[in-house]
């Protein structure tokens, strides 16, 4: 908001926040009609919406009322994955995604 002011940052977030939702629906649509039966669908998923990234600014009851659960940035550690637990039901998998390349970030000895 402080770079683009208050009432560019809201059109931005709501035509960020609409097109990413067409995009999942669309997206878990056509993977189950081509999947077999029993197949699980995951979405990569940040609920926080100032973060860069391809999936930031996730909803998390809308994302896991469309997919069977969610794969979330865990590199700083797992607060991320609090979101989609409060919204998550019986057969909801919530998956952390932790960097494993030094050169990304990543710290593999950290992992064991």
Known sequence: ERLLG???????????????????????????????????????????????GADAGTDPTHVLSVAD????????????????ARHAGAGTVLAANLPVVSGLGGRPAALA
Do not use: K, N
Not at 30 to 44: D, I, K, S, T, Y
Not at 69 to 84: M, N
């Open 6 to 52: 208050a009432p560019d940052a809201g059109g931005t977030r709501a035509w960020r926040e609409t097109t990413a939702r067409t995009l999942q629906e669309e997206a878990v649509a056509a993977v189950r009609a081509a999947a077999p039966e029993g197949f699980q669908v995951l979405l990569h998923a940040d609920p926080v919406s100032y973060h860069c």
């Open 69 to 84: 659960g969610v794969v979330v940035p865990c590199g700083q550690g797992p607060d991320l994955l609090a979101p989609f």
